[in-house]
């Protein structure tokens, strides 16, 4: 899930006059004018990065609140971000496409966050949201589900149709419920794939442990970092972990076992945006893949180039405008870079 937005924070006098909005009534005096600078909002004393958990975190579940159905579900996403993108490739892996429709919104986060077309018409490749069509950003879906939300308006989000509510917002949880909860109504091919297999469960839990703390949220440690002292101690980490995961996939398609899980799925879409955005963008600079890491580098163009799961659900333009522009605390210009070219090199 990429942060957009936090619990709101006091405005100060000189501050511009905050927008004021509501789903039900319009007439909300919630200000989340404050919200959209992911660097300011959640640094700690020290200046190093936190990232808040997750608001909402059911389960689709036969027997359950909400039972998996066909058509019943809807996924919000983008493609920007790297923890939404885990649910695109996981959908499509298990053929899900037609069970659960996407939404895609434009990489132009600003102040009230996540925009669809309709509040940023300037991005074509984006979506209205079809379900509510006065709806103009990610979080009017969040304060549509609860009104009096305070919490951060993040993108995945699994809406139920049937209830109108957000289901999960968690990737790590959305993606496993894809992995199972539809199996019994997919072809026998499509159900047969398993991306968390039980085999396997204890090495994938550990792995995915480490790689998240120093590298899916080590490269936003580092880019978010407001002290040099929170810098280094986030910087070096990544770096070792890359270098472990190097060792790791040396003459191996797959990290774990010799089948593709969520482990690989999960690691894939930070290394992926790593040479666009987070060498020059977040300071990650000790090395670039393409050139530093050998290993990692094969394993990712495989995955991209030899699976459409990974391909389709990679799209650089909304990925390097997305960090570019809308982190203006990184990157006040809003300038963004022409490289690195090819964005992936060909196997």
Excluded at 117 to 135: G, R, S, V
Excluded at 176 to 205: G, S, V
């Amino acid at each position: 899930m990429l942060i957009s937005h936090f619990k709101p924070l006091n405005v100060a006098p000189s501050s511009p006059r905050p927008l004021l909005y509501h789903v039900r009534t319009m007439t909300s005096t919630k200000d989340v004018s404050s919200q959209s600078d992911i660097g300011k909002l959640k640094t700690e004393s020290d200046g190093s990065f936190k990232r808040a958990a997750s608001s909402f975190r059911n389960f689709i579940e036969n027997g359950g609140k909400f039972s998996p159905e066909k058509g019943r579900y809807h996924l919000y996403v983008s493609y920007a971000c790297p923890w939404a993108t885990r649910t695109l490739i996981t959908r499509k892996l298990k053929g899900l496409e037609d069970f659960i429709p996407v939404s895609t919104v434009s990489p132009h986060m600003g102040a009230q966050g996540w925009p669809f077309k309709n509040a940023d018409p300037t991005w074509a490749d984006a979506d209205n949201d079809t379900l509510h069509p006065t709806f103009q950003h990610v979080k009017d879906l969040y304060f549509f589900a609860d009104p009096n939300y305070g919490g951060r308006f993040t993108v995945p989000v699994l809406w139920d149709k049937k209830l109108e509510t957000i289901v999960n917002n968690e990737s790590s949880e959305i993606i496993r419920i894809f992995n199972t909860a539809f199996n019994h109504l997919l072809p026998a091919d499509k159900a047969a794939i398993d991306i968390y297999p039980e085999a396997h469960r204890q090495e994938i839990d550990s792995l995915n442990e480490w790689v998240y703390d120093t590298v899916n949220n080590g490269v936003y440690k580092c880019g978010f970092a407001q002290s040099q002292a929170a810098y280094e101690n986030a910087v070096h980490p990544l770096f070792k972990s890359l270098d472990r995961l190097e060792e790791i996939l040396k003459g191996k398609d797959y990290l774990v076992g010799n089948t593709l899980t969520e482990a690989d799925i999960r690691l894939f879409v930070t290394t992926i945006r790593f040479d666009p955005v987070y060498v020059g963008h977040f300071k990650c600079n000790l090395r670039d893949i393409r050139h530093g890491y050998p290993n990692i580098h094969l394993w990712m163009r495989k995955l991209y180039w030899n699976n459409d799961a990974f391909k389709s659900s990679t799209k650089f333009d909304h990925i390097k405008e997305h960090y570019y522009w809308s982190q203006i605390m990184v990157n006040p210009s809003r300038v963004v870079p022409a490289g690195p070219v090819p964005a992936i090199e060909p196997l």
